[in-house]
């Protein structure tokens, strides 16, 4: 028989084999992930009808080459284009990943781990990260408890929706500050009232509440206190702060208060107070409040009462406590002996002082214990003895303006305590740091507020949270944010690299195991990142197929294939004639 009978027989088999190729690698040309393969020709072996001879020095010829005829063509090799980069498909889901670098993912079927480039995730029913289209395991490594940091270990399944993770424990708010300017001639921090500043924290079950700071300013403009008027819960009850002390505990500090009249806007006129407007209007008799004794008149009718109780608020605005009418009457003053007309040694309040105007004994007042000079002081401006409040003093400096401590003018300390764990085991005293603090002139605006936490947002507490979402980094590391404002490390998708990819093994399903040419895996894993690799999510690599080359490649194929098919047409037709010569 002739020889190239079989040669084109084993070249229509080795083209069907290229074809067969071919057709798998256009079959995927839309599968995530797919590597193309390509399929290289190998001659099959050859007869020799004569060996090779050298050259003959005596006879001086030369040497003649082997004479061989070619039995044919096999599959030499069928190799994956496994280190081309397939190109990047949009797909917006948070768990479709792709991997930018020669790395795998590693995933498990529960026992046995495979390999592959397809990163369409998804969390299944028991809160694993797993293979859309087999559910097969994504592996990666743990959260150590006691560091918080990834353990790069023998890689595991990646729960990262168990029950732990879905929330995200509360805590007590530890610490605080308060930031922003004092404007000394701010109407609310020379009132009485004071400016209030809100603090709001939580306790260790992550109950929210505000605490009610009040800022008032002393005799000194450079000094003010601060105290804890109030705590209310998130339904708007107020605790009892009974136990509760801005401080040292136990600790109360004295200010003097200086009583004066707005006199660009009023005017005593006898026992009338007046507006300076013109014409000038009544705002307030001191006949109407007190009798001629000087004593506060009672009233018989609720009318009566609340017509009094009016009278003695516009007063009281007049002198800047508008809405303090009970502590501006019980501010009290030290008159010594033979200082007034009819005044005895004794504490008075501002209620027998006016009273005492009402009823014609205006007091004069020497220089005595409150830094009063000497002469006369009308009912415009007094000063009352020192209040005595709970809470603290913060100083500034009076030249240029900043914060310079709390307690003593010489003193550097920049925070207190609010102590409220006299309110039950649940909460955490605070520190709070007056440092950020600053007076300065700011067209009688005080803009001071109170925010939870450090400078650095430590110790600023939290309430329960709830998991809002789950974010994956370039490295693989996975992170679940919550609604209280935590993020929360889950987890690290590992990645498999071997020295020889292409000596992978298919396994399906766009799997791939390992083999004795591509190298073992160790069961840990490399960071994708430590070889400059990276992740990317929301985006899958698509294909790598090149449909132009593999149509180039099947016109090749299919010319081949006919080439082949007319050698044994060829040989047939050669044997029949010499069959024909026995005719």
Same mark, same amino acid.
């Given at each position: 028989m002739m020889r190239s009978l079989f040669s084109g027989v084993s070249g229509l088999k080795t083209h069907q084999t290229r074809m067969d190729v071919i057709g798998n690698n256009i079959a995927n040309v839309n599968t995530t992930a797919y590597k193309s393969s390509s399929m290289v020709f190998s001659e099959l072996m050859s007869q020799t009808t004569q060996s090779a001879s050298g050259p003959n020095a005596t006879t001086g010829t030369g040497g003649t080459n082997a004479r061989q005829i070619g039995l044919g063509v096999k599959t030499g090799a069928i190799n994956t284009n496994i280190s081309t980069q397939g190109a990047a498909q949009s797909t917006g889901n948070p768990f479709d990943i792709m991997i930018n670098g020669d790395s795998f993912f590693v995933v498990s079927n529960g026992s046995e781990n495979f390999f592959t480039r397809d990163g369409s995730f998804y969390v299944d029913g028991a809160g694993n990260l797993a293979m859309t289209s087999t559910g097969f395991n994504v592996m990666g490594w743990q959260v150590d408890e006691e560091t918080m940091a990834i353990k790069q270990d023998t890689v595991s399944a990646l729960r990262i929706m168990n029950a732990a993770n879905m929330t995200y424990p509360p805590e007590a708010t530890s610490k605080a500050y308060v930031s922003g300017i004092i404007d000394m001639n701010n109407?609310?921090?020379?009132? *009485? =009232? #004071?400016?209030?500043?809100?603090?709001?924290?939580?306790?260790?079950?992550?109950?929210?509440?505000?605490?009610r700071l009040v800022f008032r300013q002393s005799t000194e403009t450079n000094r003010y206190s601060v105290e804890v008027e109030r705590i209310l819960d998130s339904t708007g009850e107020e605790l009892d702060i009974s136990g509760v002390y801005l401080g040292n505990e136990g600790a109360t500090q004295e200010t003097e208060r200086a009583v004066a009249l707005d006199t660009s806007t009023y005017e005593w006129n006898g026992t009338k107070l007046m507006t300076r407007s013109?014409?000038?209007?009544?705002?307030?008799?001191?006949?109407?409040?007190?009798? *001629? =004794? #000087?004593?506060?008149?009672?009233?018989?009718?609720?009318?009566?009462?609340?017509?009094?109780?009016?009278?003695?608020?516009?007063l009281a605005k007049a002198y800047g406590y508008e809405g303090s009418v009970e502590e501006f009457f019980g501010l009290k003053k030290n008159i010594i002996a033979g200082q007034g007309d009819t005044f005895n040694t004794g504490e008075f309040s501002v209620s027998q002082l006016f009273g005492n105007f009402r009823s014609g004994n205006k007091p004069s007042f020497a220089e005595g214990d409150f830094g009063i000079n000497a002469g006369d002081e009308d009912i415009n401006s007094f000063t009352t003895d020192s209040r005595t409040f709970d809470g603290i003093i913060i100083n500034f400096d009076a030249a240029n303006g900043p914060f310079s401590g709390i307690g003593d003018l010489d003193s550097t300390v920049t925070s207190a305590k609010l102590n409220l764990s006299a309110l039950g085991g649940n909460f955490s005293d605070i520190e709070i740091d007056f440092s950020e603090c600053s007076m300065y002139d700011n067209s009688g605006a005080c803009t001071v507020a109170a925010t939870s936490g450090d400078l650095n947002g430590l110790g600023m507490g939290r309430k329960l949270g709830e998991m809002s979402g789950v974010a994956i980094q370039q490295n693989g590391m996975i992170y679940a944010s919550y609604d209280n404002g935590m993020t929360k490390l889950l987890g690290q998708i590992a990645v498999a690299e071997f020295a020889n990819a292409s000596g992978l093994e298919k396994a399906g399903d766009n799997l791939y195991s390992a083999s004795l040419n591509s190298g073992e895996f160790d069961g840990i894993g490399v960071d994708i990142t430590a070889n400059g690799g990276k992740m990317t999510t929301g985006q899958l690599e698509m294909s790598n197929v090149d449909l132009s080359a593999e149509f180039t490649e099947m016109i090749t194929t299919q010319r081949g294939f006919q080439a082949n098919s007319r050698i044994i047409t060829v040989s047939d037709t050669l044997l029949e004639e010499l069959t024909n010569l026995k005719r």
């Open positions: 109407t609310d921090v020379t009132s *009485t =009232s #004071g400016k209030a500043v809100n603090l709001n924290f939580y306790d260790a079950l992550g109950y929210s509440y505000t605490a013109t014409p000038q209007t009544e705002v307030v008799n001191l006949e109407t409040i007190f009798d *001629t =004794s #000087g004593n506060v008149i009672q009233g018989t009718t609720d009318e009566e009462k609340a017509a009094i109780a009016e009278e003695m608020d516009k």
